[in-house]
């Protein structure tokens, strides 16, 4: 009796995942049981893991697609790979991990202990291993051929490869997808420490999320309960098998030797821990997957639109953690603090490129207000305790949101491209455009230029001569209990309760 994988083209097959082709444009996404760690494929097969990588992915895409498009089609697959296959879009996938990190674990507080650097950026001193980070940072990588480690790279070698604007979108789409995904996860008892995320772009040019997302494999992921800073974690995702073969196995994976067979325990517990981060996430059990009929023997064919290309090597030079294949397998996990700490949201951390310092050769200085303010669907602990302090004081009728203002000169002549270049700085350092709003006004009189730059995904923009009257917006991040989390420095600073920490790219993310 003939089986789906023996009937459909094979157009790509990974260490975990396979690619068929399908009528319109479509491809068959299928995640096989096989585990891998270290970039070699494990000969014992975990039984239920596809189905949990498959329905968790469709599930994290449910939660994320109203941040940007996503390659799922359907779900509606033949029987013999239901619930462990997907029909999604054929794209041309950019060849990058685009990887973020929460908090200071795996390779990253490795780094960190050695040079104070997390993927060769400079970290405050005295952070404990599992804190989480002031911001989340964003750390790509190079996708390598199959079997080779990918290249971790810096955002201007990002640039070189895929263009500024490109560089800029897979940055700006990975942290926002990260801030919301890190909030979900909290929501539900678990800590994302850090994960991968692919993405792919239609022929129109929209940029998809594509590929697995934010499960036990892409990710780290601890449990909230057992958050301790300056300790070690227990992970809810494939670490505790890379601890094993680290550990236990005898095994060395830069050798020539085989991979060894895995325990029955080793199995089991993964078996179960994958199953349990599903549970734990969505509330509900996994829908068991029928086991797969093997394959054809059939050789992929090569084709132009195949959803995981091979890019060429980059050559290494940030000291950051190196990632694995999934379509070159990486993730990144973030942690949580304990119950009885409440964690507040991480603001994403756009890192710009370094600017060309701008000169005041004229002695001019513009001086520009930046008034920043949560959205209204965003709790506001802090507003919400003084207007009640208002309420019992008297004063009926009054609500209270609390909002940060910030003066900043801008140094020149000023100039459309110098307001546009105060607006990213004002994205990247002062506000948290998922959570927050906000507003610049010119102050002072500098002749009616009244420059307005809106059309930005969750944010206002407004540069007005008169700093006295703004409509404060407010855009989607999250926020600690005692501090706006929306905004980048401030959240993490004032807010008392400790920090889970960060996730690896080597050591395991996207395997």
């Not at 064919?301 to 950051?320: K, L, M």
Request: hydrophobic share 30%; with cysteine; aromatic share 6%.
């Amino acid at each position: 009796m003939s089986s789906t994988r023996s009937t459909l083209p094979l157009v790509h097959s990974g260490k975990i995942r396979e690619l068929y082709a399908l009528p319109d444009d479509r491809l068959l996404l299928l995640a096989t049981d096989k585990v891998s760690a270290y970039d070699h494929v494990l000969p014992t097969p975990v039984p239920g893991k596809g189905a949990v990588l498959t329905q968790l992915t469709t599930w994290w895409l449910g939660q994320l697609d109203d941040i940007m498009p996503t390659h799922l089609v359907s779900t509606d697959v033949p029987n013999d790979v239901a619930g462990r296959a997907l029909v999604v879009e054929k794209l041309d996938m950019v060849p990058v991990e685009c990887v973020v990190r929460g908090y200071l674990a795996g390779s990253g507080w490795k780094e960190y202990s050695e040079s104070g650097t997390v993927a060769g950026l400079a970290l405050p001193q005295g952070l404990q291993r599992g804190e989480r980070l002031e911001r989340p940072i964003f750390t790509p990588a190079a996708k390598a051929p199959q079997g080779s480690h990918d290249e971790n790279i810096t955002f201007s070698q990002l640039v070189d490869m895929v263009g500024e604007q490109t560089a800029l979108e897979l940055r700006r789409a990975s942290l926002r997808l990260y801030v919301r995904a890190e909030r979900i996860a909290r929501e539900h008892g678990l800590v994302l420490v850090d994960t991968k995320f692919e993405f792919g772009r239609r022929s129109d040019g929209t940029l998809v999320l594509a590929d697995e997302v934010l499960t036990p494999d892409s990710s780290r992921y601890w449990s909230a309960d057992s958050y301790a800073p300056g300790t070690e974690m227990p992970s809810l995702d494939k670490q505790q098998l890379r601890d094993w073969l680290t550990n236990e196995s005898g095994w060395d994976p830069d050798s020539q030797a085989p991979a060894p067979e895995l325990p029955e325990e080793v199995v089991g517990s993964l078996s179960h821990t994958y199953a349990d981060t599903y549970r734990r996430l969505t509330g509900g059990e996994v829908v068991e997957a029928a086991p797969l009929e093997p394959a054809a023997e059939a050789q992929a064919q090569p084709v132009e639109e195949a959803q995981t290309p091979t890019p060429e090597p980059v050559p290494y030079v940030e000291q950051q953690p190196g990632g694995e294949d999934y379509a070159a397998e990486q993730h990144v996990v973030e942690e949580e603090p304990a119950e009885q700490q409440p964690v507040p949201e991480p603001t994403v951390e756009e890192q710009q490129p370094a600017a060309d310092p701008v000169g005041d050769e004229d002695g001019e200085v513009s001086t520009f207000i930046v008034d920043v303010m949560l959205r209204e669907d965003i709790p506001d602990a802090q507003g919400a305790s003084i207007t009640e302090t208002l309420r019992r004081l008297g004063y009926t009728g009054i609500t209270v949101r609390q909002g940060k203002r910030f003066e900043v000169d801008l140094d020149g002549v000023l100039t459309q491209e110098r307001i546009e270049e105060l607006r990213r700085a004002t994205e990247a350092l002062l506000v948290n455009i998922e959570v927050e709003d906000y507003e610049i006004s010119l102050v002072g009189d500098f002749g009616d230029e009244g420059h307005d730059h809106d059309g930005h995904d969750h944010d206002h923009v407004h540069v007005d001569h008169d700093h006295d009257h703004h409509d404060h917006e407010h855009d989607g991040h999250e926020h600690g209990p005692q501090d706006v989390e929306g905004e980048p420095g401030a959240d993490e600073q004032s807010d008392p309760a400790p920090h889970p920490g960060e996730g690896e790219h080597r050591d395991g993310l996207g395997e």
